[in-house]
């Protein structure tokens, strides 16, 4: 989608979503879910492509289907939420969630060793935010850099009107993971999404028997500055947003740094995936994270910008017959 359009869309949709009524608008977002599950799309290829692995090859495709169709309902279920989440009460936010292990966060935030929470692509985080900010803790986070940057100002302003502080990934004005350093070693909270690779300098894991490339920074941070680091699962249950904040999972032991974090992040994934296992519809995974499936897509990328190249040089001449 050209970055002007994709732009435009999200502007309307904010703007639609906080004035229509709420059951119209749901209605809506689970139609485009469902339209993306019946023409599979790209999107729910993807998510099909990652749910296997948590299936099994044993699972036959009607299985996966229809996991997918659940798992394309709750990833716009998020992206509603997400747009309507500043227009919603205090009240409702807080009323409406489940939560387990809030005590243990809390604990790390009393004794002043500040937490890193990590969780993977599930349920809403966005509510998970706003809904920690209105218990009366502060979060600090960080915002992958999108295009363009007008978007990716909307994503951040959004996110600040919840309570949070918004870090770039990429391109500050001050050293992002300095400023999280900071944040911890104060006693604060700090909230990561860890299940993915995005800036390619992740550590190689384990998932579901296959290896895939996660963040460094949740294993780093708790391992620098003595922070806890907190696992936290989400997930829907009818109306109800759920989040369970698991027992914290210790610095790994090792005889060089990376062998420590590189112990640690296997820990956390390992945390993550049985969360996944138990609520695999609410895992909002569309992108390819397993190596195998990433080295895949490269090499298809490759050929067709190698077929395009050919082309154009063919139509210019660029080539002796």
Same mark, same amino acid.
């Given at each position: 989608?050209?970055?002007?359009?994709?732009?435009?869309?999200?502007?309307?949709?904010?703007?639609?979503?906080?004035?229509?009524? @709420?059951?119209?608008?749901?209605?809506?977002?689970?139609?485009?879910?469902?339209?993306?599950?019946?023409?599979?799309?790209?999107?729910?290829?993807?998510?099909?492509?990652?749910?296997?692995?948590?299936?099994?090859?044993?699972?036959?495709?009607?299985?996966?289907?229809?996991?997918?169709?659940?798992?394309?309902?709750?990833?716009?279920?998020?992206?509603?939420?997400?747009?309507?989440?500043?227009?919603?009460?205090?009240?409702?936010?807080?009323?409406?969630?489940?939560?387990?292990?809030?005590?243990?966060?809390?604990?790390?935030?009393?004794?002043?060793?500040?937490?890193? %929470?990590?969780?993977?692509?599930?349920?809403?985080?966005?509510?998970?935010?706003?809904?920690?900010?209105?218990?009366?803790?502060?979060?600090?986070? %960080?915002?992958?850099?999108?295009?363009?940057?007008?978007?990716?100002?909307?994503?951040?302003?959004?996110?600040?009107?919840?309570?949070? @502080?918004?870090?770039?990934?990429?391109?500050?004005?001050?050293?992002?993971?300095?400023?999280?350093?900071?944040?911890?070693?104060?006693?604060?909270?700090?909230?990561?999404?860890?299940?993915?690779?995005?800036?390619?300098?992740?550590?190689?894991?384990?998932?579901?028997?296959?290896?895939?490339?996660?963040?460094?920074?949740?294993?780093?941070?708790?391992?620098?500055?003595?922070?806890?680091?907190?696992?936290?699962?989400?997930?829907?249950?009818?109306?109800?947003?759920?989040?369970?904040?698991?027992?914290? %999972?210790?610095?790994?032991?090792?005889?060089?740094?990376?062998?420590?974090?590189?112990?640690?992040?296997?820990?956390?994934?390992?945390?993550?995936?049985?969360?996944?296992?138990?609520?695999?519809?609410?895992?909002?995974?569309?992108?390819?994270?397993?190596?195998?499936?990433?080295?895949?897509?490269?090499?298809?990328?490759?050929?067709?910008?190698?077929?395009?190249?050919?082309?154009?040089?063919?139509?210019?001449?660029?080539?002796?017959?």
């Amino acid at each position: 989608m050209d970055e002007r359009v994709a732009a435009a869309a999200y502007a309307a949709a904010w703007a639609a979503v906080g004035r229509a009524p @709420e059951n119209a608008g749901r209605a809506v977002f689970r139609r485009l879910a469902d339209r993306s599950w019946r023409t599979h799309d790209e999107g729910t290829r993807g998510l099909e492509r990652n749910l296997r692995r948590l299936v099994g090859p044993n699972a036959t495709d009607a299985q996966l289907r229809a996991l997918s169709r659940a798992g394309m309902r709750s990833y716009m279920r998020y992206f509603y939420e997400m747009f309507r989440l500043s227009a919603m009460p205090p009240e409702r936010i807080l009323g409406d969630t489940r939560a387990t292990g809030v005590e243990t966060l809390e604990k790390a935030i009393a004794d002043g060793r500040g937490a890193v %929470v990590a969780l993977p692509h599930m349920g809403n985080w966005d509510h998970a935010g706003a809904w920690i900010t209105l218990r009366g803790i502060p979060l600090t986070t %960080v915002a992958q850099r999108v295009r363009p940057e007008s978007l990716y100002r909307r994503f951040t302003a959004h996110r600040e009107s919840l309570g949070m @502080e918004v870090l770039p990934l990429t391109g500050g004005a001050a050293s992002t993971v300095g400023t999280l350093a900071r944040r911890l070693r104060d006693g604060g909270l700090v909230c990561l999404l860890a299940d993915r690779d995005i800036n390619g300098t992740g550590v190689e894991v384990e998932l579901f028997g296959e290896a895939v490339r996660v963040p460094t920074g949740p294993a780093a941070l708790a391992m620098n500055t003595g922070a806890a680091l907190l696992p936290v699962s989400l997930w829907y249950d009818g109306p109800h947003w759920c989040i369970r904040i698991h027992d914290e %999972v210790p610095v790994a032991g090792g005889a060089t740094r990376s062998e420590r974090i590189r112990g640690t992040s296997q820990d956390l994934i390992r945390v993550f995936e049985g969360a996944i296992a138990e609520h695999p519809e609410d895992w909002h995974m569309l992108q390819p994270i397993f190596l195998s499936d990433v080295e895949e897509d490269r090499a298809r990328r490759s050929r067709r910008e190698e077929a395009a190249l050919l082309e154009a040089l063919d139509r210019t001449g660029g080539r002796a017959g």
